[in-house]
């Protein structure tokens, strides 16, 4: 049986990841998220996990203790059982060369992770419109 689409968020602070997790399941309750507080955790659950159990999206934080957002991009980058998986990243950094290095390696949009619940409100909305996208183009 196939598993419901859902979300790996690849993020170390805790406080992130559930103001992530509340704003994105007020949005989206049908979508499950699966949380992971290392880049070490993700990748051994991408490697090992059976190939209807992948995600249908990642998000992961710039800056993990194990390994920053392009190191793991560029570790899943040619790993066919990841090719499909849209990759957001997400981090307290606006630099350029830190947003530029994700888009090279892999990553689909890259957002600014906001101060204020409502700024988050509008990422969530984004993300909720990519991921109904790439739903649609799946069920075709």
């Given amino acids: 049986m196939e598993q419901s689409p859902f979300i790996l968020l690849i993020d170390d602070d805790p406080d992130d990841r559930q103001m992530f997790i509340d704003e994105f399941q007020h949005h989206n309750a049908d979508v499950a998220i699966q949380p992971a507080d ?3 955790e ?7 996990c059976a190939p209807e159990d992948l995600p249908v999206l ?3 934080d710039y800056q ?4 920053f957002a392009p190191d793991f991009l560029q570790a899943i980058k040619y ?10 990243v997400w ?3 606006s ?7 994700c888009m090279e390696k892999g990553a689909y949009r890259y957002f600014i992770k906001p101060s204020e619940l409502a700024d988050l409100s509008g990422i969530i909305d984004c993300i909720t419109q990519i991921l109904q996208s790439r739903l649609a183009t799946h069920e075709t």
């Fill in 38 to 40: 290392s880049a070490e």
């Fill in 42 to 48: 993700a990748l051994a659950y991408l490697q090992n």
């Fill in 58 to 60: 990642i998000v992961v």
């Fill in 64 to 67: 993990l203790p194990d390994l």
């Fill in 79 to 88: 790993n066919f059982r990841c090719d499909k998986i849209l990759k957001i």
């Fill in 91 to 93: 981090s307290t950094s």
């Fill in 95 to 101: 630099l350029k060369e830190h947003i530029e290095s």
